[in-house]
């Protein structure tokens, strides 16, 4: 009987131990299976969660509302746009929600001299590239080696004009350079960016180079400015649709995105490769410093940075795209950058020392041209 018990105790203490070791097994295989799974979709459960998107209004705000159906379907998220048209008045906003501890916003876009402003301002989260794997993706110059949010779009910024006007009307041959701006032939009939828009530094800094010097020695295009002031028939920091619309100007320094808008108006504008180059106007998109959703943030930057999204961009908002393997139709490349051989023919600034020293560009100008 003794012999018998042990036995039994012995038994039953094996199928214990067995037990017990497969349970374990099958709490390790759940919880692996849990964790792979995890893995593999990369997504954690935003439903219902507000992302606030920072941005312009207007037709680039509509396009971005269509961009991004896609990722609120993707996360179950709602985007809400919030339309400041002004790049400084975003910044501006930005910045004073961080100083308060009410952050409103998540995301932000920004043109270059801005998003370098509110890097120094520490206005941003440093991308998180566990997050934003498609990096590598970028062309070099838009990939933002500070660590901040990279390079979203590009258009530029060169010499257009109405040739139906300058050339078929007034029998003038097109300009061919920057300096060519400032000929008395086109005496009135030039609209040029002001220095407190994005564009007029480029300008400035094109016929300082022109004339020998550069953003540091720039005296010469100052004394330039000042003796051709008044050919210069408008000096703009909006729209000039209208000026070209009334014959009030024939050329100007614009933005290729705009070309097809002011075809449509009816007006036969041409796109000139100036001789010293056409200026880039990019954009960045940067996760605000402690936004509330900053993790679904940096999700929406990798999404916008997508190959097929920025494709998608291009034909809602005609927008170049940063992602070198976007495709481009033939009829946008006719008019926006496409491709390393375009981006090599523009010109890239310096915005920190650009930022440093427009105060005194605009105040230079200003004494001319008040």
Do not use: H
């Not at 120094?120 to 566990?130: M, P, S, V, Y």
């Not at 590598?136 to 004009?161: H, K, S, W």
């Amino acid at each position: 009987m003794k012999k018998f018990l042990s036995v039994l105790m012995i038994a039953a203490m094996t199928t214990a131990v067995f037990a017990g070791c497969s349970s374990s097994a099958e709490e390790e295989t759940t919880t692996e299976g849990t964790e792979q799974t995890e893995e593999t979709t990369g997504e954690a459960d935003y439903s219902g969660v507000t992302l606030t998107l920072c941005t312009w209004g207007g037709s680039t705000g509509a396009a971005t509302q269509e961009l991004v159906k896609d990722f609120e379907e993707q996360y179950g998220c709602t985007i809400v746009l919030d339309e400041v048209n002004q790049n400084s008045d975003r910044i501006a906003k930005i910045q004073s929600q961080i100083e308060s501890g009410n952050i409103e916003d998540d995301v932000v876009y920004l043109s270059g001299a801005y998003a370098k402003q509110g890097e120094a301002l520490g206005l941003f989260e440093k991308i998180d590239t566990n997050v934003v794997t498609n990096l590598d993706e970028l062309y070099d110059f838009a990939q933002n080696d500070t660590g901040y949010g990279p390079m979203v779009c590009v258009g530029r910024f060169g010499i257009m004009y109405n040739e139906d006007y300058l050339v078929d009307e007034l029998g003038l041959e097109p300009p061919t350079s920057y300096m060519d701006l400032f000929d008395d032939k086109y005496a009135g009939l030039v609209a040029l960016p002001s220095m407190t828009a994005t564009a007029g530094p480029y300008v400035f800094a094109k016929i300082a180079e022109d004339l020998g010097g550069d953003l540091t020695d720039y005296q010469a295009a100052l004394d330039l400015y000042a003796e051709k002031k008044d050919n210069i028939g408008m000096w703009y920091t909006s729209d000039i649709v209208p000026a070209l619309s009334n014959k009030e100007v024939a050329i100007t320094v614009y933005m290729d995105l705009m070309l097809p808008v002011l075809r449509d108006s009816g007006l036969n504008m041409v796109w000139v490769d100036a001789e010293e180059g056409n200026f880039v106007d990019d954009v960045y998109i940067n996760v605000v410093k402690d936004a509330p959703n900053k993790e679904l943030g940096q999700l929406l930057v990798k999404y916008l940075l997508d190959k097929e999204t920025q494709e998608k961009f291009i034909e809602l908002n005609n927008e170049a795209p940063t992602n070198k393997t976007a495709v481009m139709s033939e009829e946008k490349d006719a008019f926006l950058a496409y491709g390393q051989e375009e981006f090599d023919n523009c010109n890239f600034f310096d915005y920190d020392f650009l930022n440093e020293i427009k105060p005194t560009l605009i105040e230079e100008w200003q004494k001319i041209v008040a």
